[in-house]
């Protein structure tokens, strides 16, 4: 014997509710995503892609600088108190003031001689972020030293002093971490 009542089925209402769920998530996913900020690092003063597929030719001409000559940040320094969840560890920065700072690299052969010749750069970064990196290209040599003047600095907190000098074939690098005081 045939039945002939009328079964309601929800299974295209669950289907479609399902799919508006999915739809709705993510599209808010999307959304969120976009709204948060990417900075690229700045290690070895280029963008990481290009770093990452030169390394090896970064590398070698790192060995080749650092096997004949030195780079000396001449500038007051001082030790602060990193702390984290697990432990304190006390790291040598250099100290910056608000308002216009002045560096002074030397770079040497290995018998002391200063290099007059060298194309230098300079880049102040924050260690995440790029929007307040200042740079300064073919930093002029004076009386033995690169001097990197009219840097002005404002916000307190963490920064890195970054700089690059070549030399003929020979690509040298030096990173040091800075510190400005809060008021």
């Known amino acids: 014997m045939a039945k002939n009542t009328k079964e ?5 209402h669950m289907i479609m509710g399902f799919l ?4 709705t998530l993510g599209y808010w996913t999307v959304k969120h995503a976009a709204s948060l900020p990417v900075q690229e690092s700045n290690e070895f ?3 990481y892609q290009k ?3 030169h390394i090896n030719e970064i590398l070698v001409q790192k060995a080749r600088f650092d096997k004949m000559y030195r780079i000396d940040l001449q ?3 001082t030790m602060h108190k990193i702390e984290n969840s697990k432990a304190y560890k006390t790291l040598s920065s250099v100290v910056l003031h608000e308002g216009k700072n002045r560096f ?3 770079i040497t052969d290995s018998s002391g001689v200063p290099i007059a010749d060298a194309n230098v750069t300079f880049l102040l970064t924050r260690p995440h972020t790029d929007k307040e990196d200042q740079m300064l290209n073919n930093v002029p040599y004076k009386e033995g ?10 916000n307190p907190g963490r920064y890195t002093l970054q700089l690059r000098a070549v030399i003929g074939d020979a690509v040298g690098y030096s990173e040091i971490p800075a510190y400005l005081e809060p008021k």
């Open 104 to 106: 002074v690299y030397r």
């Open 20 to 23: 508006i769920i999915g739809l």
């Open 45 to 47: 003063m280029m963008k």
């Open 8 to 12: 309601k089925s929800y299974w295209p």
């Open 75 to 77: 500038a007051e320094r």
């Open 145 to 154: 030293k690169y001097l990197i003047e009219n840097v002005e600095i404002t």
């Open 51 to 53: 770093a990452d597929k």
